[in-house]
């Protein structure tokens, strides 16, 4: 029962993971979580990493130590293979998704040099 938890509770942080890949850059261009932009590096950076070189993710790898510890079989293929391609967009969009993905940091990183870079108009606080 536990093992069957750990890799339930794994699936659950891989789909964070994803979304944290997809909006972490639109995260950072708020002035209190603007430290996050390195962790974002660093989870795009795996990203790449993973789809480029093929390094094996070690989310994927402890889902399927859990289930083969509960008694399950492991995943055949990977994580994105398994619960998303083919199941939340077609397969013969893989490359699509993927550039889509891509574009969709690429402005997140833009749009927050450009926020990091713009003069800052005084606040109505400072002003006073």
Sequence with gaps: MGYQVLAQATVAAHFLFL???LV???LAWSARWRWT???HAAVVGWGISIVTVGQ???LTWLENWARERAGQRGLARGFVD???TGVIYPAHYLTEVRVLVGLVVLVSWV???V???RPRAPSARSAN
């Design 19 to 21: 979304a944290y890949l």
């Design 24 to 26: 972490g850059g639109y």
């Design 37 to 39: 932009v390195l962790a």
């Design 56 to 58: 094996d993710c070690p």
């Design 82 to 84: 398994t619960y998303l």
């Design 111 to 113: 749009g927050l040099a």
């Design 115 to 117: 926020r990091w870079t």
